[in-house]
């Protein structure tokens, strides 16, 4: 996802957080996204526990719970109901893809 | 006076080379991606400190820190409770030492020099960065509650940090007969973990249900009302009866005096309470190391530029975790966690001369109400016009779930724990 670094920018680095506060990067960074749901289902979305691990599921599988789960359609679901809805179609369908990746 | 020693080897490969601190430019030209110094080994700073490593492992990251092992808060109600041995909420840097190479100084960071870029510590080293990432949790007000201050709560314990004060609230609470009053006092918004003291009197609710059962539960509240109120009172009827009694605000719940010898509390309108076992929350504010840097306002927190949790009032300082102004998102471990991620990834993006990402965050809050009786608040948050809100859909667990449903969330609440511990700390359950 990194670009490479050009001369000016890194200039412009050196002084950010005052004049560039609050410029954001076009296309997002999927380990970003994906960052939050390592807390539960481990990092990468492997897990050392008893929420089940997402790491490796085929893409149409995961991107099927997560868009049930949205719907609100998932039986047995206790939160993923509540946090699939706070993200787009196109981010579910990134997550999907990231975590059948790993 | 301090001596300005320097901590060279701390400073990774890029001291040797330079003088970097004039020159931060040619640091990075010569190989070392950059230096960033983490104050702070909990939820938010451990979390940095590693999620720098993982995009980037030529930055040189220093990790500053008081304790060589950390306990958490999460769970420590579980240890209260005697569902739990203290060490298993204790964490080590062994992964952050040895899998990552993050340098780690035990030690106290005492004062920050903005413009030079430069973090002393008690010890009188000094250590330069280009980036410093601030994540050293609460402080308590001491005095803000009439008679509360240090040497009350060697007597009163308070508990909201993990270790020593933990211990002694267990003992006092061991050693009560049965029959006993147990007393919590809550403070008002904004606070560390917002369900914390509710799910704590649940899990002491339980110990005395089994072992001291004519005991009784009053909370003093300096609020109307409380993060998963609903949830928590039903719980609370449906396990313990009447044993926890919740006195509101309106209700003349603040505690405005604590006599901590008699072990008594004095509310807003002279009211008198007397406990067998205190427990005082008191009002806090960011880690003494953020007012010495002038990163926080008039309310004691830090505000912070949402996209990288960056100081909005010094450049250079990132300040994540309890410390920071995040509303809506809670004071939480799990904030802290994700508020790391991303901070971690704008500063590996500054050093690379590319702006931030979109940043998104999660948070979670489980609390148990009794060992199989578990409850959540989640949310997704996002950045929209420079602020964070709370994306769409979102809530507490449903009212009417069945018993299953909770035994459920209880269930994922110890998974989300060793998942965090994980993440963190790479800890292995
Ligand atoms: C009873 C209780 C229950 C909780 N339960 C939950 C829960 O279930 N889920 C959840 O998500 N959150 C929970 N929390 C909240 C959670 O503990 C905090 O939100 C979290 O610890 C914040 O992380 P942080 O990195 O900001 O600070 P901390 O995790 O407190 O880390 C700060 C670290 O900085 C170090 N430090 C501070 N100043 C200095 C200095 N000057 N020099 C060197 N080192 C320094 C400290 O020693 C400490 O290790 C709970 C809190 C309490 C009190």
């Known amino acids: ?102 | 006076m301090i001596t300005r020693r320097k901590i060279l080897k701390s400073l990774g490969a890029t001291a040797l080379a330079v003088p970097a601190l004039s020159m931060p430019l040619v640091a990075r030209a010569q190989g070392a991606a950059g230096r960033v110094v983490v104050v702070g080994g909990g939820f938010g700073g451990a979390t940095a400190a590693k999620y720098i490593k993982r995009r980037n492992p030529d930055i040189a990251v220093t990790l500053v820190e008081a304790n060589s092992r950390f306990y958490t808060c999460p769970f420590s109600n579980l240890y209260l409770g005697g569902l739990r041995d203290f060490e298993s909420i204790g964490h080590s840097y062994d992964e952050l030492t040895g899998d990552y190479g993050v340098e780690l100084v035990t030690g106290w960071a005492q004062d920050v020099d903005g413009d030079a870029h430069t973090l002393t510590l008690a010890s009188g080293d000094v250590l330069e960065y280009d980036k410093l990432v601030l994540s050293p949790g609460i402080d308590i007000r001491w005095g803000a509650i009439e008679g509360y201050d240090e040497a009350a709560a060697e007597l009163v314990p308070h508990a909201w940090k993990a270790g020593p004060q933990t211990r002694l609230l267990r003992e006092q609470l061991e050693a009560m007969e049965d029959g006993g009053t147990f007393i919590l006092s809550a403070p008002d918004n904004p606070f560390r973990c917002p369900p914390g003291p509710y799910e704590r009197v649940s899990l002491i609710a339980n110990y005395f249900k089994t072992n001291k059962p004519n005991s009784k539960i009053i909370i003093l509240d300096a609020k109307d009302n409380f993060s998963k109120q609903g949830l928590f009172q039903a719980g609370w009827e449906a396990l313990y009866g009447d044993m926890i009694e919740w006195v509101s605000l309106s209700n003349d719940g603040r505690v405005v005096r604590v006599d901590a010898e008699a072990r008594e509390v004095e509310t807003e309108f002279g009211v008198i309470h007397k406990a067998d076992v205190l427990n005082v929350v008191p009002p806090q504010k960011a880690g003494a190391i953020a007012d010495a840097a002038g990163v926080t306002n008039e309310g004691g927190w830090a505000p912070v530029d949402p996209v990288t949790f960056e100081s909005r009032l010094v450049p250079d300082i990132h300040v994540i975790g309890d410390a920071s102004v995040a509303a809506p998102m809670p004071k939480s471990g799990f904030s802290a966690n994700a508020q790391g991620k991303v901070a971690a990834a704008a500063i590996v993006a500054a050093f690379a001369g590319e702006e931030p990402s979109e940043p998104s965050w999660a948070n979670t809050c489980y609390s148990l109400i009794g060992p199989e009786y578990g409850i959540s608040v989640a949310n997704v948050y996002k950045v929209v016009d420079g602020e964070v809100v709370v994306a769409d859909g979102g809530g507490v667990s449903p009212a009417d779930a069945d018993a299953e449903f909770r035994r459920r969330e209880a269930v994922y609440a110890e998974g989300w724990y060793d998942a965090i511990a994980n993440d963190t700390w790479g800890t292995v359950a």
């Open chain 1, 1 to 102: 996802m990194r670009t490479q670094p050009i001369m000016a920018a890194l200039f412009a680095a050196s002084v950010i957080g005052f004049g560039l506060a609050g410029a954001v990067k076009a296309d997002s960074d999927i380990t970003v996204l994906a960052g939050t749901c390592y807390n539960c289902h481990g990092t990468e979305g492997r897990s050392p526990g008893s929420i089940p691990s997402i790491a490796g599921q085929p893409y149409a599988v995961l991107l099927a719970q997560l868009q049930a789960f949205k719907a609100g359609e998932a039986r047995n679901a206790t939160v993923m109901s509540r946090l699939a809805t706070g993200y787009t179609d196109e981010e579910l369908e990134a997550l999907a893809r990231y975590f059948s990746e790993q």
